[in-house]
T-cell receptor, first 113, second 114 residues
Framework: NAGVTQTPKFQVLKTGQSMTLQCAQDMNHNSMYWYRQDPGMGLRLIYYSASEGTTDKGEVPNGYNVSRLNKREFSLRLESAAPSQTSVYFC????????????FGAGSRLTVL | RKEVEQDPGPFNVPEGATVAFNCTYSNSASQSFFWYRQDCRKEPKLLMSVYSSGNEDGRFTAQLNRASQYISLLIRDSKLSDSATYLCVVNMAFTGGGADGLTFGKGTHLIIQP
């Protein structure tokens, strides 16, 4: 019953530190996504991977990098965290190729001091 | 400019009442529409897709009005458990139609009161 699993659930960083958010899905989905959600801003797409081996920028990619490690896993890296990256991060997946329905992970709450 | 607009609320509604809220979208070429539900401090979950002919799932009814560019969600006989934020989601991609073209509204907060 796992679906989309994200780790860690909570993280506190100091400005300038780096970290990687991990995401894995067990639904054999082709496409995976990273969103951030901020109060009053709604969900915004950071990066996505339409299929294994490809990644593309979304609406707010600056300050982030991603890796589609294999079909199951899609990680998001903050190389030098900034307070503006304090947010809730959601990983999601979809069957891809025109499929619009997303399945989300439980979220990762990141605070950058 | 991508834009999906929702009334943020909160909508305070007594249990058992009917409540409806709309969502407007700016791109007339949009093809896919959805309502997601998000509970406090949880992830969004698909509530229902919105089809051109409208669709109903139990107490929930979704409608699409292409001429006026809005979708609506109607909840009948509201329950305490319906309290949540309802996100309007529109695919504004011109091609492909993959989920990378999805634009999320900021959500409408619904509170069902006993």
């Amino acid at each position: 019953n796992a679906g989309v699993t994200q780790t860690p659930k909570f993280q506190v960083l100091k400005t300038g530190q780096s970290m990687t958010l991990q995401c894995a899905q067990d639904m054999n989905h082709n496409s995976m996504y990273w969103y951030r959600q901020d109060p009053g801003m709604g969900l915004r797409l950071i990066y996505y991977s339409a299929s294994e081996g490809t990644t593309d920028k979304g609406e707010v990619p600056n300050g982030y990098n991603v890796s589609r490690l294999n079909k199951r896993e899609f990680s998001l890296r903050l190389e030098s965290a900034a307070p503006s990256q304090t947010s809730v991060y959601f990983c999601a997946s979809s069957a891809g190729s025109g499929a619009n329905v997303l399945t989300f992970g439980a979220g990762s709450r990141l605070t950058v001091l | 400019r991508k834009e999906v607009e929702q009334d943020p609320g909160p909508f305070n509604v007594p249990e058992g009442a009917t409540v409806a809220f709309n969502c407007t979208y700016s791109n007339s070429a949009s093809q896919s529409f959805f309502w997601y539900r998000q509970d406090c401090r949880k992830e969004p979950k698909l509530l229902m897709s919105v089809y051109s002919s409208g669709n109903e799932d139990g107490r929930f009814t979704a409608q699409l009005n292409r001429a006026s560019q809005y979708i609506s969600l109607l909840i009948r006989d509201s329950k305490l458990s319906d309290s949540a934020t309802y996100l309007c989601v529109v695919n504004m991609a011109f091609t492909g139609g993959g989920a990378d073209g999805l634009t999320f509204g900021k959500g409408t907060h619904l509170i069902i009161q006993p």
